[in-house]
Nanobody
Framework: VQLQASGGGLVQPGGSLRLSCAASGFTLDDYAIGWFRQAPGKEREGVSCTNNSDGSTFYADSVKGRFTISRDNAKNTQYLQMNSLEAEDTAVYSC???????????????WGKGTQVTVSS
């Protein structure tokens, strides 16, 4: 069982990135997928949580309207499209899975290794 997050990089303010969260060993349908981020010196922040049983997604207020979740069932991969990036979005982004419909940061079943997103001119 594995989750692999990828797609981070350096982007200018206002730019876009798409992060991927590829799952192996389990099917996304049965799990809630959460994206979390942690900036240096700050606490981990929940970015989004998708209930894959009904497709609903919760977005943190700080990213609402700029970030969007999508999914490729054939690849068993979920994507986090990040648009209009700001310096405040700079962080290590991680995806995690929890069986069921809820994302509980302290009770996720699987975590992917984080990917660095840096927004800077």
């Amino acid at each position: 069982v594995q989750l692999q997050a990828s797609g981070g990089g350096l982007v200018q303010p206002g730019g876009s990135l798409r992060l991927s969260c590829a799952a192996s060993g389990f099917t996304l349908d049965d799990y809630a997928i959460g994206w979390f981020r942690q900036a240096p010196g700050k606490e981990r922040e929940g970015v989004s949580c998708t209930n894959n049983s009904d497709g609903s997604t919760f977005y943190a207020d700080s990213v609402k309207g700029r970030f969007t979740i999508s999914r490729d069932n054939a690849k068993n991969t979920q994507y986090l499209q990040m648009n209009s990036l700001e310096a405040e979005d700079t962080a290590v982004y991680s995806c995690a899975a929890r069986r069921g419909s809820k994302c509980l940061p302290d009770d996720m079943d699987y975590w992917g290794k984080g990917t660095q997103v840096t927004v800077s001119s």
